[in-house]
T-cell receptor, first 111, second 116 residues
Framework: GQQLNQSPQSMFIQEGEDVSMNCTSSSIFNTWLWYKQDPGEGPVLLIALYKAGELTSNGRLTAQFGITRKDSFLNISASIPSDVGIYFC???????????FGTGTRLKVLA | DTGVSQNPRHKITKRGQNVTFRCDPISEHNRLYWYRQTLGQGPEFLTYFQNEAQLEKSRLLSDRFSAERPKGSFSTLEIQRTEQGDSAMYLC??????????????FGAGSRLTVL
């Protein structure tokens, strides 16, 4: 089915480093959502973006809604061990309430 | 607890058996979603309801799958004649209009199905 592409697929970083990941789509989105998922749990919302060019922060996390409306970016500053998990982008397909999810970026933080 | 509740959390069944999962949403949110997630993949859309009306179904939802939301409150997802390929995490999410949670999905913890 239709999916959003995320990169990188996985990353290993040292504690304290900054992290950047992105999400791209072949079609325009009006909303971008970023989620984090821990093993065996459901995804938890981190940040929601509603306008092209919007930059929104949530603690050490910052996300941006790309101006082309076909991409979004998530940055994590000064990573800590509890940032470990899988990060997903998501958004509603045009004109619907059907939300699709990206392929995920798996983050591992080395202490 | 004001979150989305899913039961059971884990289900192990033999191939060919029927299973049913239940989702109790955040009461004030009127859209309810079901997703399937296999290991290493993102959640895949199955279906969603607006109140009691099922508005969209994925082609992933074969005729062995049926979802209901009687009275627009809780929802059930039933899988008949389970196959090993049905093994996955089944996630329920809630969204709705209004100041709280508008245009975002709030997920339950999921129901993990293992078909032997």
């Amino acid at each position: 089915g239709q999916q959003l592409n995320q990169s990188p697929q996985s990353m290993f970083i040292q504690e304290g480093e900054d992290v950047s990941m992105n999400c791209t789509s072949s079609s325009i989105f009006n909303t971008w959502l970023w989620y984090k998922q821990d093993p065996g749990e459901g995804p938890v919302l981190l940040i929601a973006l509603y306008k092209a060019g919007e930059l929104t922060s949530n603690g050490r996390l910052t996300a941006q809604f790309g101006i082309t409306r076909k991409d979004s970016f998530l940055n994590i500053s000064a990573s800590i061990p509890s940032d470990v998990g899988i990060y997903f982008c998501a958004g509603p397909t045009s004109g619907t309430y059907k939300y699709i999810f990206g392929t995920g970026t798996r983050l591992k933080v080395l202490a | 607890d004001t979150g989305v509740s899913q039961n059971p959390r884990h289900k192990i069944t033999k191939r060919g058996q029927n299973v049913t999962f239940r989702c109790d949403p955040i009461s004030e949110h009127n859209r309810l979603y079901w997703y399937r997630q296999t290991l290493g993949q993102g959640p895949e859309f199955l279906t969603y309801f607006q109140n009691e009306a099922q508005l969209e179904k994925s082609r992933l939802l074969s005729d062995r799958f049926s979802a209901e939301r009687p009275k627009g409150s809780f929802s059930t997802l039933e899988i008949q004649r389970t196959e090993q390929g049905d093994s996955a995490m089944y996630l329920c999410a809630n969204s709705g209009q209004g100041a709280s949670g508008a245009n975002v999905l709030t997920f339950g913890a999921g129901s993990r199905l293992t078909v032997l």
